[in-house]
């Protein structure tokens, strides 16, 4: 069964600095996708970056970057020069495409930035 | 703006009522999506229309039943809830339903409140 673990249910960080969420996957299938979503209070879940199995270099978009080690079964999401308006949840998720194709998503990280 | 619409953004309904929660998109996407999300908890699949077909979450009580017009519109109907279906409900569509790099688009969410 695919799961996926994010460990750390709240940071806070400094603005302007970077942070880093952690992700950690699980799956048998040989294909699959990495996703990063962005909760904020207003509950839109706002999609940030992706990562396929077989991309070989890690994905970024703007200051989101996916840290993708496929050997250690990894995505991090690093935010660098952080904002205030990075506060909020964020969410791992993953796509399959075998056996279970919809989307799982990890318990989430709460992303306090301090001003 | 999404190009996920949901209607109403808020609903509160008594256990006795009868309502119905709406998701629209134009974007030609094939799969379209039902997430319920409790407070500090990941979204929930509910239910998955793909090429007019309904996939069901077994543990999704039949008080809930998702109805597809077209390929565009998803409703949710609601029956005899109860106080503990109170949650955030998300709507998500993608391009299709298998292939892991097609990521959800998701709406804004409906508020919804059993009283």
């Known amino acids: 069964a695919q799961k996926i673990t994010q460990t750390q249910p709240g940071m806070f960080v400094q603005e302007k600095e970077a942070v880093t969420l952690d992700c950690t996957y699980d799956?048998?299938?040989?294909?699959?996708?990495l996703f990063w979503y962005k909760q904020p209070s207003s509950g839109e879940m706002i999609f940030l970056i992706y990562?396929?199995?077989?991309?070989?270099q890690n994905a970024t978009e703007g200051r989101y970057s996916l840290n993708f080690q496929k050997a250690r079964k990894s995505a991090n999401l690093v935010i660098s020069a952080s904002q205030l308006g990075d506060s909020a949840m964020y969410f791992c998720a993953m796509r399959g495409t075998v056996r279970d194709d919809k989307i799982i998503f990890g318990k989430g990280t709460r992303l306090h930035i301090l001003p | 703006d999404t190009e996920v619409t949901q209607t109403p953004k808020h609903l509160v309904m008594g256990m006795t009522n009868k309502k119905s929660l709406k998701c629209e998109q134009h974007?030609?996407?094939?799969?379209m999506y039902w997430y319920k999300q409790k407070a500090k908890k990941p979204p929930e699949l509910m239910f998955v229309y793909s090429y007019e077909k309904l996939s069901i979450n077994e543990s999704v009580p039949s008080r809930f039943s998702p109805e597809c017009p077209n390929s565009s519109l998803l409703n949710l109907h609601l029956h005899a809830l109860q106080p503990e279906d109170s949650a955030l409900y998300l709507c998500?569509?993608?391009?299709?339903?298998?292939?892991?790099?097609?990521?959800?688009?998701f709406g804004s969410g409906t508020r919804l409140t059993v009283v």
């Open positions: 990562q396929g199995s077989y991309d070989q």
């Open positions: 998500a569509s993608s391009p299709q339903d298998r292939g892991e790099n097609y990521g959800y688009t």
């Open positions: 799956t048998s299938d040989p294909s699959y996708g």
């Open positions: 974007m030609g996407h094939r799969a």
